[in-house]
């Protein structure tokens, strides 16, 4: 069964640092990408970035570039979010996703497929 | 980034109802077009993906239309199951933006 299991909920303070998981299986975890989405209480879905772990590529929401690093260990097949300084407004959900695709005529199409259950962040002094 | 614009934001339809929930990008993006649902408490869910191509295993009831900006997400005939909160996604660039999100609920 291909499933994504994320790491367990936090509560941390402002100014604190941390580092959220997400372990791949039942796939190539090196083949394709894992993306990292955003959901603060109460809201919609917020596409943050995604990793190939295969080389470690990573792509940015400018939204998010310089707030958060996105990182893989292929060799745990495991993907990571993290923060220097946790701020209030970091508290949310955030899922892990794989990002998979497929051929249609002459296109590729990216699209994600599997989900991991969310981490909990709370973020409060 | 390209824009996404769902239509309603909100929708209250009873079961057996069609309901037709419409998205809008800012630019054109042929058919690099993603649709989720998602139930509270829950992470989201594939849909549709290719803007009509049904994910395995998600009910015929749902389907998919359009290209270029303007897209359709269909439910022929609403279940009860089917009340939740849907997702436009463009996946024709990074950042990968999501619609804000349409809130099925029950008449």
């Known amino acids: 069964e291909v499933q994504l299991v994320q790491s367990g909920a936090e509560v941390k303070k402002p100014g604190e640092s941390l580092k959220i998981s997400c372990k791949g299986s039942g796939y190539s975890f090196t083949s394709q990408w894992i993306a990292w989405v955003r959901q603060m209480p109460g809201k919609g879905l917020e596409w943050m970035g995604i990793?190939?772990?295969?080389?470690?590529?990573?792509r940015y929401s400018p939204s998010f570039q310089g707030q958060v690093t996105i990182s893989a260990d292929k060799s745990i097949s495991t993907a990571y979010l993290q923060w220097s300084s946790l701020k209030a407004s970091d508290t949310a959900m955030y899922y892990c996703?794989?990002?998979?695709?497929?051929?249609?005529?002459?296109?590729?199409?990216?699209?994600?497929?599997?989900w991991g259950k969310g981490t909990t962040v709370t973020v409060s002094s | 980034d390209i824009q996404m614009t769902q239509s309603p934001s909100f929708l209250s339809a009873s079961v057996g109802d069609r309901v037709t929930i419409t998205c809008r990008a800012s630019?054109?993006?042929?058919?690099?077009l993603n649709w989720y649902q998602q139930k509270s408490g829950k992470a989201p869910k594939l849909l549709i993906y290719a803007a009509s191509s049904l994910q395995s295993g998600v009910p015929s009831r749902f389907s998919g239309s359009g290209s270029g900006t303007d897209f359709t997400l269909t439910i022929s005939s609403l279940q009860p199951e089917d009340f939740a909160t849907y997702y436009c996604?463009?996946?024709?660039?990074?950042?990968?933006?999501f619609g804000q999100g349409t809130k099925l609920e029950i008449k």
């Open positions: 990793i190939y772990p295969g080389d470690s590529d990573t």
């Open positions: 996604q463009q996946s024709y660039s990074t950042p990968r933006t």
């Open positions: 630019q054109s993006i042929s058919s690099y």
């Open positions: 996703a794989r990002q998979a695709g497929s051929y249609s005529l002459t296109h590729y199409y990216y699209y994600m497929d599997v």
